[in-house]
């Protein structure tokens, strides 16, 4: 613990270090010029000083400037920058507000301009991703399916679970140590299709944030990384659409004013349709005895938001979340029915006291639950698991003299978790079996932080939450200290720092690590600890090529403790001692992610390659609780080597190519080094046990695929549209999924003669058109 106490004295000698400079605030707002919607996370800088600031969600800006003649700058992705002069003085604060016009042509709408670089480079934070709607867009999709969480994959430190899938693994945490945040409510299951896509519909997305480490205080709950989304808000000048049609789904965004410049509204839908033509082919094989019944599967998601602007200084927001998977089989004999999702709904009161003070304050609700209901013959069963929250949080944004952006606000949450219910019965109700679990638990938060402008070189950004759970009458608290550093050692080069302590108090019971649906959410008991991690990073980051391009190095260190695995053979969808089942151990996770980017220009992209090793040790008092017996080895997403290449090319005005590469060391798997063969019933078929050694001591072939795209920019006569041709897999890479062994007899002698190993592998080379349009 020695490195805690280090970081925990940095994190204390951050408060005390002293103004090195006057400055004088300029604040003011960013908004869209079409249609009066403030622009979250729009840069506002001044690039001869190296300063600059991001704007809240309220469009709002303030930034610290030292007196004189100053030339400041907004950017927004996608959206042409503007500038203006301005003379900072010691008198009043100075308001200059910003309206931006969006790009006219496909080229600027993902380009940012040189200077949104360097406000990279002068910004506090690190091991941060943001990305639009629109950048995801022009990238390569699996069946034509624009997925913002697969465009993050893209990114180094973040990595999928293997083919396919929209699970993420960031710097060495699973899937279940994401926190996940749609307007600041908590989606439990990011994914559809068992996890191949993700339930963001691009059209009602904004923005999305991903933080790999160097967490703000506000956030907890989650020991890996954060995203959050922001969703769309209504035009407030006009009603328009948006939309796209593709192989397997189609999608719809309805937005505009109900009351000009008062209320407004938008509304999305998803929903996929290979289920008809599957039934279709069900219907016509009818009656053909050697046809076996394709299962019927179909996702949906709609969104929706209203925006009330109650007065000058108010504003209430109401957004919505469905989402729902249906998979079904159905014959004479046998029906399977299986369903789950997530359902969420979040009330939102933004309140302007004066310049300086903010307020938001949020009620929400959001649940994930999943059924499976089994018939066969006169028998039915029906299995299901949930877990359903109740959110009240407030945040507060205050700005005050000397260059101080402070943070600070509350959160408390209601937890309600059914784990594994099971019901059983007979079709004339004489056998009845019911069986499950119900918990209960309440998290709440308390946290406060500074972003600290000390000088054009330094920066600072540092704060503490205070976190807790109950469940049945344990309770659990924390002290979480985060701190970041910024110092500029020259106008091209900054150096960069960050230390953060997070706390996991639910936790993640799966049959797989690929994020399939089958998942149940546990709560910290008096059997079951947080888990507990701790992550420091340094970063250098350098502009160069007159700040057309920039490259990142980042080195990390994560150590993780309470970290869950469960027994072999454990039953985790049955059990009313669930917790019976878990074993307890320590992790840890270091690397080196290396970031090339450009976003300047014709040619676009970057260039990601990330270096990292993962390990877990599960060592106990009893030594059949051992994992590995007791040693170090390295989990499935253990992953040395990962390398993606994204390129984006304008070829004119109205066509754009887009190609994307990646390559990854292959996911550590256990396979049996031998196999014990005994026969305890002479003439029937022998036993064959398989022999384990180390876990995860194999490793699948490495997993690597080129994608591209082309986006063809049509002339409607009223809005815009275009035509997105897409090859997934070019080469046709035959990438592992999985791998099962085969047995190899000699049925004459009734004899085994070996095991042959097979492997599964998901998508060839896929094409697809989509045809996306917006009308306003």
């Known amino acids: 613990m020695r490195f805690y106490h280090l970081y925990s004295i940095f994190f204390l000698l951050l408060f005390t270090v002293p103004v090195l400079a006057q400055s004088f605030q300029v604040r003011g707002f960013v908004r869209d010029a079409n249609n009066g919607e403030p622009l979250i996370g729009a840069t506002v800088s001044v690039p001869a000083l190296g300063l600059g600031t991001s704007t809240n969600e309220e469009g709002f800006y303030t930034l610290s400037l030292p007196e004189g003649e100053h030339n400041l700058q907004a950017t927004y992705i996608g959206y042409s920058s503007f500038s203006r002069s301005t003379r900072v003085t010691g008198g009043a604060q100075q308001r200059i507000n910003f309206t931006l016009d969006p790009a006219k042509t496909e080229l600027k709408e993902v380009q940012v301009e040189a200077n949104s670089l360097r406000q990279k480079l002068n910004d506090t934070r690190m091991s941060v991703e943001s990305l639009s709607s629109r950048e995801a867009k022009l990238l390569p999709a699996l069946f034509g399916e624009v997925d913002l969480v697969k465009t993050l994959q893209l990114k180094p430190g973040v990595q999928s679970g293997g083919e396919g899938t929209s699970g993420m693994y960031v710097r060495g945490g699973g899937p279940d140590q994401n926190l996940v945040l749609v307007d600041d409510a908590l989606i439990y299951n990011p994914s559809h299709l068992f996890g191949f896509f993700s339930v963001f519909n691009p059209d009602a997305v904004k923005s999305v944030d991903l933080y790999k480490g160097g967490f703000p205080s506000q956030y907890g709950g989650r020991l890996s990384s954060v995203m959050d989304v922001k969703l769309n808000e209504g035009n407030n000048e006009r009603i328009g659409a948006t939309g796209g049609i593709g192989l397997i789904a189609s999608r719809l965004t309805v937005d505009g004013p109900i009351i000009k410049d008062k209320l407004n509204f938008t509304v999305s839908a998803r929903r996929t349709y290979v289920d008809i033509f599957t039934r279709q082919i069900n219907r016509l094989s009818e009656g053909n005895a050697d046809y076996d019944p394709i299962p019927d599967y179909y996702f949906y998601d709609l969104n929706g938001k209203l925006t009330y602007k109650v007065g000058k200084n108010d504003e209430l927001t109401l957004s919505g979340y469905l989402g729902r998977d249906i998979f079904g089989f159905n014959d004479d004999r046998f029906k399977f029915d299986f369903n789950w999702g997530n359902t969420m709904g979040t009330l939102r009161w933004r309140h302007k006291f004066n310049n300086s003070l903010y307020a938001t304050t949020s009620i929400y609700s959001t649940g994930y639950r999943y059924s499976i209901n089994n018939s066969i013959d006169v028998f039915s069963a029906k299995l299901t698991s949930a877990v359903q929250d109740y959110t009240f949080k407030t945040d507060f944004d205050l700005f005050v003299k000397g260059g101080h952006s402070i943070k600070f606000g509350a959160m408390a949450t209601s937890h309600h978790f059914t784990i594994g219910r099971l019901n059983f019965e007979s079709g004339d109700s004489t056998q009845s079996i019911s069986t499950g679990t119900n918990l209960s638990g309440t998290e709440f938060g308390v946290y406060a932080s500074d972003d600290y402008q000390v000088s054009a070189q330094l920066s600072l950004n540092y704060g503490l939450r205070f976190s807790g759970f109950n469940s049945g009458g344990k309770t659990y608290t924390a002290l979480e200290p985060r701190a970041a550093a910024k110092y500029n050692l020259s106008e091209s080069t900054s150096l960069k720092a960050s230390f953060a302590s997070m706390k996991q108090y639910v936790h993640l019971v799966s049959n797989s690590g690929a994020s399939l649906p089958t998942d149940i959410w546990y709560p910290s008991t008096e059997g079951v600890e947080p888990q507990r991690s701790q ?183 009223r809005g815009e549209s275009d035509l997105t041709f897409s090859v997934y897999n070019v080469y046709n890479r035959r990438n592992p999924y999985f791998i099962y062994f085969e047995q190899v007899r000699d049925e004459e002698r009734r004899e085994t003669l070996g095991f042959k190993a097979k492997q599964v592998a998901l998508f060839p080379l896929v094409p697809s058109i989509t045809y996306n349009f917006r009308f306003k």
């Open 535 to 717: 992550q420091v990073a340094v970063g250098l980051n350098k502009l160069f090529g007159r700040g057309k391009y920039m490259i990142t190095n980042e080195v990390y260190y994560k150590w993780m403790t309470n970290q869950l695995d469960f027994r072999d053979g454990a039953n985790l969808f049955v059990n009313d001692n669930l917790q019976d089942e878990f074993l307890f151990g320590i992790g840890k996770s270091y690397g080196n992610e290396i970031y090339l980017e450009k976003i300047k220009g014709k040619t676009t992209g970057w260039l990601g390659y990330t270096l990292s090793w993962t390990y877990r040790k599960f060592d106990s008092e009893n030594d059949l609780e051992d994992i590995n017996e007791g040693r170090w080895f390295p989990t499935r997403y253990d992953r040395r080597h990962d390398i993606s290449l994204v390129v984006l090319h304008q070829l004119n005005k109205r066509l754009s190519v887009t190609g994307a590469f990646v390559f990854g060391t292959g996911n550590a798997y256990s396979i049996p080094v031998a196999r014990f063969v005994f026969q305890d019933v002479e003439g029937e078929d022998p036993n064959v046990i398989p022999i384990y050694e180390d876990r995860n001591s194999f490793r699948l072939a490495p997993y690597h695929r080129l994608d591209l795209s082309a986006v063809l920019k049509l002339k409607p006569k």
